[in-house]
């Protein structure tokens, strides 16, 4: 089972237009704690569309049970994958671009990031990943 802290990844956004503002780039005013509960809606959403382009790969998640002061949304997998960490990782960056494409900053690395997210647990893929002694 990986958990995805939503907080956390709200956290990240809040900091990453922080400094892209400081920058001087044009970030929506709602990406801010101001509009806290409305991101995490948005996150739970997105998460919920992550899941379902990643097909039979999930098996069980908790994300339509998520109540408004809920943290972690869990998700578990058909298969044991090499690097949970990792796909932990790649799960919160693929939430932040789709937050951030949400909210008008672009969607293609969000796009881009699903279909390979999806393309890399494909039994196909797999293959590639056995070592021959």
Do not use: C, W
């Not at 509960?37 to 049970?65: K, Y």
């Amino acid at each position: 089972m990986i958990g995805i802290s939503i907080n956390a990844v709200l956290d990240g956004i809040y900091a990453a237009s922080a400094l892209r503002r400081a920058r001087g780039a044009d970030v929506p005013d709602l990406l801010n704690h101001r509009h806290h509960d409305m991101l995490r809606r948005v996150a739970r959403d997105v998460l919920a569309r992550i899941f379902m382009a990643l097909g039979p790969a999930v098996t069980a998640s908790n994300v339509a049970d998520i109540e408004a002061d809920d943290d972690i949304i869990t998700v578990e997998l058909g298969f044991e994958p090499p690097h949970p960490g990792v796909l932990k990782a790649e799960l919160e960056a693929l939430l932040t671009a789709g937050i951030l494409a949400v909210a008008g900053i672009g969607d293609a690395a969000f796009v881009a990031g699903v279909e390979a997210l999806r393309e890399s647990m494909t039994p196909q893929a797999a293959v590639g990943r056995i070592v021959r002694a």
